[in-house]
């Protein structure tokens, strides 16, 4: 699976921004993407998940309530809509993607988001 997000940006605080993350393909059975981010000196965290078959998310306590996300099966497209963003949420946010619940496998590269304050 190849994965290819984009939507980054600068924004002001309290703002918004949408991440896109095109997959080559999701035609497998327990299928699921996911966001992560990483900020300058810290690790990789999660952020939400989206199965493909049920539409089922899990999303990060930290985003709860400013972020979610969504996917569109025809377009092979997941989203993350981020709205109420603070500057503790400017990181490069990655999306993967997972297959048969092994774990995710499958990175596509980074898209900086900037939020000043």
């Known amino acids: 699976v190849q994965l290819q997000a984009c939507g980054g940006g600068l924004v002001q605080a309290g703002g918004s921004l949408r991440l896109s993350c095109v997959a080559s393909t999701s035609t497998f059975r327990n299928y699921g993407m996911g966001w992560f981010r990483q900020a300058p000196g810290k690790e990789r965290e999660f952020v939400a998940s989206i199965w493909w078959s049920t539409g089922s998310t899990n999303v990060a306590d930290s985003v709860k309530g400013r972020f979610t996300i969504s996917r569109d099966i025809t377009k092979n497209t997941a989203y993350l809509h981020m709205t109420g963003l603070r500057s503790e949420d400017t990181a490069v946010y990655y999306c993967?993607?997972?297959?048969?619940?092994?774990?995710?496998?499958?990175w596509g590269q980074g898209t900086q988001v900037t939020v000043s304050s």
């Open positions: 993967a993607a997972t297959i048969d619940y092994d774990g995710w496998k499958f």
